[in-house]
Antibody, heavy 120, light 110 residues
Framework: EVQLVESGGGLVQPGGSLRLSCSAS????????LHWVRQAPGKGLQYVSA????????YYTDSVKGRFTVSRDNSKNTLYLQMSSLGPEDTALYYC?????????????WGQGTLVTVSS | QTVVTQEPSLTVSPGGTVTLTCASS?????????PNWFQQKPGQAPRSLIY???NKHSWTPARFSGSLLGDKAALTLSGVQPEDEADYYC??????????FGGGTKLTVL
């Protein structure tokens, strides 16, 4: 059974940093693209970032470029999202999503999300 | 700025058929935009329904189908069930990994 469990969310002050983790099981982690998607309270979905199976290719939406860094440790079956210079607009539930083996354009399993709140 | 537009809300009767659409500010949506569709019920994580325009996941009920309709991507629900009441989101790709979600459609089954 595929499982994705996000952690690391919490309350952080504006300008602060946070590292999210996504622990995966039930599939060959190192073979799949992984995505981060976020959802502000009461709002729609926003595509945040993606990383290739090997970790050598990454993507960021414009609003987080230069502030967020996605990485993965295939030996630990874990995906990360390092977030810095956080602002209130980054307040959201952050989901980790399993992708395809060779394409960016595929989503299947979603985690339950971890909540990030940016507030003073 | 690229905008993906969905109907904000739709209402359908149980057993009926409804089509949700997904339009791009850049022009006609084609298979090269790799349309994906997702369902989200209140308090739950989204669930993937359709990828690459019309391909279903193993868990996607047969009553859901994806297509291109005119210049838009479309999700059609045939024989709607009460449990289909949810928010539905489309996702389009604009080169490489640059994906943009639509604003979502709130589907009411009444």
């Amino acid at each position: 059974e595929v499982q994705l469990v996000e952690s690391g969310g919490g309350l952080v002050q504006p300008g602060g940093s946070l590292r999210l983790s996504c622990s995966a099981s039930g599939f060959t982690f190192s073979s799949y693209v992984l995505h981060w998607v976020r959802q502000a309270p009461g709002k729609g979905l926003q595509y945040v970032s993606a990383i290739s199976s090997s970790g050598d290719s990454t993507y960021y939406t414009d609003s987080v470029k230069g502030r967020f860094t996605v990485s993965r440790d295939n030996s630990k079956n874990t995906l990360y999202l390092q977030m810095s210079s956080l602002g209130p607009e980054d307040t959201a539930l952050y989901y980790c999503v399993k992708g395809g083996t060779w394409t960016w354009h595929y989503f299947d399993y979603w985690g339950q999300g971890t909540l990030v709140t940016v507030s003073s | 700025q690229t905008v993906v537009t969905q109907e904000p809300s739709l209402t359908v009767s149980p057993g009926g058929t409804v089509t949700l659409t997904c339009a791009s500010s850049t022009g006609a949506v084609t298979s090269g935009y790799y349309p994906n569709w997702f369902q989200q019920k209140p308090g739950q994580a989204p669930r993937s329904l359709i990828y690459s325009t019309s391909n279903k996941h193993s868990w996607t009920p047969a009553r859901f189908s994806g297509s291109l309709l005119g210049d838009k991507a479309a999700l059609t629900l045939s024989g709607v069930q009460p449990e289909d009441e949810a928010d539905y989101y489309c996702l389009l790709y604009y080169g490489g990994a640059r994906g943009v979600f639509g604003g979502g459609t709130k589907l009411t089954v009444l």
